[in-house]
């Protein structure tokens, strides 16, 4: 099968001023990114602030144009915005004046897709997320978790090929961040899109991905990809942690943090 | 129960305004009796003398403000779009215009503008003007930029943004700005007829004092007041109408379903 997404030595810099010299120095964002993802799968990008996670996600959606490189998405090279992404941020982003029906309605309006079938189309995604009974609400009646949902189904609604999610789940509690996590899951597994989600929570990149891409800071690239194969559900906290659970996030926090051997000896 | 108590408020105070005339406690001459005061209202609203006067306040009032805010709405969204950076250096000009006493400017509009129509509806375009404009540039760079991220994500093209995003992520404050104007508007459009008309609310108040007419004086107090209060209230029911959301961005409510 195909790849999903092609992205080919992406590479964005900025000039930035650093210390006290007046001379600005290239800060690598991207450097050389390159990196294929199958159709529906879950892809997990971590790595420190500054890592230029962000900014990949910029690029991916089409907000910004990368220096160098280029994006494919079945074979055809991404110019600009589109629909066949949907984008979900960390601030949610609702528009505070629109049901949630008509927040989810958004992006098929500019689909241009007739009234009737937007009513059926929200309708269907409202149930996916699970806010039947909140339709006719506002976002401000709504709780940081519900709130998210919305801005998921909003995505997904335009049936997107791509699910871009940019620390989706960094702004709610922990306990609301692991369900959405389940709710996430099941929904990924029903709709099988592929998803690029990027967060700095190495506990969450490995409940989550399929692979998780570590990224270095400033240049940044990839340090590392790793494959998780462990079987779905995943338990992320708590008692039911499985030992191959710790190994991989130890794994992963050892690549973040330069700890070259305490991943060696892990022998996963 | 608190409008039935604000009711019994007033109602108490024109109780103890007709109890003083008739008492002789006040100077009748004067302050003349609440009945009397009213029987002049019923025989101006009996000639229709009374609705014209109204009408042609309320006509004046809504046609400045309609024509200013027609003005600072599409000046404002260019401002604060296209160039965000003239808009913050006018900005302080816009605030020191709306400052300026616009009933010290009354005597210029009529030198200007004439004793007639355009010179009031004038002084109330003046006084919705820079609030209206400031607050629609406000209101635009007050907008989430991530909503705007989030819709251009999406594909929309700049006149969905400005429609779907801009234009009603920045109503509320807009509104705000104006309905503050209109209720001083009002009372500078009160004055302006006082200094030169030819009918309105204030032209009352005027010819009133110049004939000695001191029950028809009151009239104008009175309708003056209930007129204002109409005015806001109308706003507020606009308002209410057209902004039915509450923007609150505070912290999330933890989830609890």
Redesign the interface.
Known sequence: MPNKIEMNNLSQVYYVRSGESSKKSAFYALKDFTLSVRDGEFVVVVGPSGCGKSTLLGIL???FKANSGSIAIDGETVE????D???V?Q?Y??????TIRKNIE??L??KKIPRKERGAISGAYIDLV?LNGFENR??????????QRVAIARALA?DPKVLLMDEPFA???A??RE?LQDELIRIWKKTNKTIIFVTHNIEEAVALADRVVVMTENPGTIKEIVPIDLPRPRVSVGTGVSERYSIFVNKIWGLLHNEEESFESAKL | MKKFSSMAVIAAFFLIWEAAARLNLIDTQFIPAFSVVMREVFSLARSGALFVHISASVIRLFLGIILAVAAALPLGFMLAGWTPRTADFLNPLFTNLSMANPFTLIPVFILVLGMGEVSKVGIIFWVVLWPALFSTIAGVSQI?P??I?????????GT?IFL??IL??S?KRIFTGVKSSVTFGFTVLVGAEMIGAKAGLGFIIFTSNQNYNIPRLYVGILTIAVVGVAVSLFIERLQKLI???????GP??????
């Open positions: 959606s089409g907000l600009g915005p589109a629909l992404r949907g984008f941020m601030s982003a609702l528009f505070p004046w629109r958004f992006g309006e500019i699970g506002y976002p401000h009646e709504l709780s940081g978790g519900m709130k335009y702004a709610v509690d306990q609301t369900k | 989430d991530e909503m991220k989030a819709a251009r994500a999406m594909g929309a093209s969905k779907s995003v009603p992520g109503v902004v039915v959301w509450e923007e609150s961005a999330a409510a933890r989830e609890t379903r």
